[in-house]
């Protein structure tokens, strides 16, 4: 059974450059880890402001994993944890949603 894990970033620093530099972090921490089946990392798209979309996040990221244990191995690994001590200073809130299916 597939692992989608979802986090929504909302940043102190919300510039184009402090996203960038998010997206990028994103990229060399966190894609390629065994067991992610896909990967995404952008920024919230501008242009949208319907009643129903949410525009309290700079940066979204999802990965697909192949199932829940793959999931759990990326938690504690060592390029997840550079990651949050890389970036965290610079978030204001973060989200998580984790499904399965």
Do not use: K
Not at 18 to 40: I, K, N, P, Y
Not at 44 to 61: K, Q, S
Request: charged share 30%; hydrophobic share 40%; aromatic share 12%.
């Amino acid at each position: 059974m597939s692992f989608t894990h979802t986090v929504f970033f909302r940043l102190t620093d919300r510039s184009p450059s402090a996203v960038e530099d998010l997206l990028r972090a994103c990229q060399d921490d966190l894609a390629g880890h065994e067991g992610e089946e896909g990967f995404f990392a952008g920024a919230r798209a501008d242009g949208y402001e319907r009643e129903v979309n949410d525009l309290d996040f700079d940066v979204a990221l999802s990965i697909r994993f192949s199932g829940r244990e793959a999931h759990d191995a990326y938690q504690v690994s060592g390029r997840h944890a550079r990651f949050i001590a890389r970036c965290q200073e610079n978030w204001s809130s973060v989200r998580v949603f984790d499904a399965e299916g």
